[in-house]
């Protein structure tokens, strides 16, 4: 079965840090576009970068320039780099699949800009 779980999430400083991962299973990971979204408390989850299986990549414009996502295909696993973080970037990040029209999710990793 599907199984996604995203790690590296925590509180920091504006302008500060953070990688996110997501160790994947399941199904044949470098077959398939990978996605991060992320959800704010009262608003809806919004996509913030993908990538395919060759590495072509697309950001939010909320974050270009600040995160990059990349991806390991030897370990089954995708990375949201997070630079410059704002308090606006707190938000559960979500990793993604999409398999058979059908979306699969992590649980999620918490991270919190904040002062």
């Known amino acids: 079965q599907v199984q996604l779980v995203e790690s590296g999430g925590g509180l920091v400083q504006p302008g500060g840090s953070l990688r996110l991962s997501c160790a994947a299973s399941?199904?044949?990971?470098?077959?398939?576009?990978m996605r991060w979204y992320r959800q704010a408390p009262g608003k809806e989850r919004e996509l913030v970068a993908d990538?395919?299986?060759?590495?072509?990549?697309h950001y939010a414009d909320s974050v270009k320039g600040r995160f990059t996502i990349s991806r390991d295909n030897a370990k089954n696993t995708v990375y949201l780099q997070m630079d410059s973080l704002k308090p606006d970037d707190t938000a559960v990040y979500y990793c993604?699949?999409?398999?058979?029209?059908?979306?699969?999710w992590g649980q999620g990793t918490q991270v919190t800009v904040s002062s």
């Open positions: 993604n699949v999409v398999r058979y029209a059908r979306n699969y």
């Open positions: 399941g199904f044949t990971f470098v077959a398939y576009v």
């Open positions: 990538i395919t299986s060759a590495g072509g990549s």
